[in-house]
């Protein structure tokens, strides 16, 4: 694991801080008729004009700025002309290399007005990704931050995706360790100040199953249920964790 420095720190805040004004923009466009590609077109001029490059354009191949996952789509939906519905669920993910750093962050909204499953299955993903930020501070065990996620997640109806993982950012978009979703709390290695964690809880509504498109990207769930996902990148401080790019510390 790399840890990193106050001064690296504040930098991976500034990367974080352009993602999240990104998600901004993006959630005041999101309505009917808007198409996924349009978003994809907006971040990616935002990200430039800010003298960043979108991360995840041509990472292993990938084809856009975003990640655009609507309804069954847990994550890794490639931005297409395909036009938001009233009524739709969509993640919007987004990474950035900033000054030789990354950020990362994602979030779900509701296109207009939605059902109450869709509605309660959003704020239940939010609340796990909080509760997996409270678990971080030094000496913590990395498991508490999964355990957290999958209590909350299963106590609210729902399951945990295996398939996927957060992860450790800095230089790299991807750094050890990995940080499952799910899992037993009080084990793995601990937690140290200057470690930074994208923290990304995917949730179904249905069962946790996973199948992937024959595009090799679009990762659905595998009984056609809703699915969300909303992630942070988190550092490690001395006195418990930072948000990274919301202008907020958290003790
Ligand atoms: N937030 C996701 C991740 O960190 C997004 C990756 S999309 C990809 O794994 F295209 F870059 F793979
Ligand atoms: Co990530």
């Known amino acids: 694991m790399v840890l990193k420095t106050h001064g690296e720190i504040d930098l991976m805040d500034a990367a974080n801080g352009l993602v999240h004004r990104v998600l901004d923009g993006i959630e005041k466009r999101i309505a009917p008729g808007v198409t996924t590609a349009d978003l994809d077109r907006y971040a990616e001029e935002t990200i430039r004009a800010a003298g960043a490059v979108p991360a995840f354009l041509n990472y292993r191949g990938y084809p856009a700025t975003l990640c655009t996952s609507v309804n069954d789509v847990i994550v890794h939906g490639i931005p297409a002309a395909q036009e938001l519905a009233e009524g739709d669920i969509v993640g919007v993910d987004c990474g950035v290399l900033y000054q030789g750093y990354y950020g990362d962050a994602a979030?779900?909204?509701?296109?207009?007005?939605v059902a109450g499953e869709a509605r309660n299955l959003l704020e239940v993903t939010r609340e796990a990704l909080e509760l997996a930020v409270r678990q971080v501070r030094p000496n913590g065990h990395l498991s508490d931050i999964g355990h957290a996620v999958q209590e909350h997640v299963e106590a609210?109806?729902?399951?945990v995706?295996?398939?996927?993982?957060?992860?450790?950012?800095?230089?790299?978009?991807h750094e050890d360790p990995q940080v499952p979703?799910?899992?037993?709390?009080?084990?793995?290695?601990?937690?140290?100040?200057?470690?930074?964690?994208?923290?990304?809880p995917m949730v179904n509504a249905g069962s946790?199953?996973?199948?992937?498109?024959?595009?090799?990207?679009?990762?659905?769930?595998?009984?056609?249920?809703?699915?969300a996902h909303f992630e942070f990148s988190v550092a490690v401080t001395e006195s418990g964790a930072r948000v990274l790019g919301i202008g907020e510390a958290r003790a």
């Open 161 to 173: 995706v295996r398939e996927f993982v957060g992860h450790g950012i800095g230089t790299a978009l």
């Open 107 to 113: 979030r779900s909204f509701a296109v207009g007005e």
């Open 208 to 227: 946790a199953g996973v199948r992937i498109d024959p595009d090799g990207w679009t990762a659905r769930t595998a009984d056609g249920s809703l699915s």
């Open 156 to 159: 609210g109806g729902f399951s």
């Open 181 to 200: 979703n799910f899992g037993h709390s009080g084990r793995g290695p601990r937690l140290q100040p200057g470690l930074v964690l994208a923290i990304e």
